[in-house]
């Protein structure tokens, strides 16, 4: 089976993330043209950059607010003028919002569900709609792990991907009959400077050794190790493949056999 999506249009909201470089780079290696998308430009310009010096195809960035609708709608407008219609839509913005039950900041994470579920909903409402009338497209949203269950110190980070998982399984079955697929994928650990961040915190709750903390979040699965960011692409990039549009509502966990 060949995972081609030669000429297709691909954006990606959270293009300065890691996860979102590696699943516009997954993409453009197989052929799709990239919209990256974020809020802020520096970030876009260096993952543009990179991308641009690792594949072929064309890139482009836009900036937007994912509060604002409007400013996603100009985002959107500008990205299919200059690339054409966009045929796959990849959510990979993620918002962590950390620490014990009786510390969370509920402030953070009014804010942090304003950008990552109201955000989605203003996204999907700009972009689904064309989608629906050429009878074909793709969305994929890339959750984390805590979608599907719960850790300590992540309160509100898992009530934001439980909310996000929630959305994507409810637009699905609205948009099922259209022709668009929406699905995501659940990633476990995966190796990134996110979760180096994620170490740091549990090690300064826990006054733990650094490496033991690492190597037992490693061991957390039944392959005992981290995911890599290429997986989660790779999967991305067969979710957008023709042969898999009876998916529908799916959540595809890429977590090495979680253990827990």
Known sequence: MSLSLEGKHALIAGGSGEMGYHAARALAAAGCNITLMARGSEGLTTAATRLINEVDGDVLTVTADLNNRLSIERAVDHAEESLGPIDILVHAVREDVNGYYDQLDVARLQMAAQTLLIGAANLVAAVVPPMQE????????VIGQDAIRGRPLGLGTCALQHGLLGLMRG????????GVAVNAVVAGLVDTDRLSVEIDQIVAHTRRDRSAVKSDLANGNAQRRLIQP???????????????????????????????
Do not use: H
Request: aromatic share 4%; net charge negative; glycine share 18%.
């Open 171 to 178: 637009l699905a079955r609205e948009v099922a009959e259209s």
């Open 230 to 260: 290429s997986e989660i692409g790779a999967t991305l990039v067969w979710l957008a493949q023709d042969e898999a549009k009876g998916l529908c509502g799916q959540a595809m966990v890429i977590d090495g056999g979680e253990l827990g």
């Open 134 to 141: 050429a009878g074909d497209g793709r969305v994929m949203f």
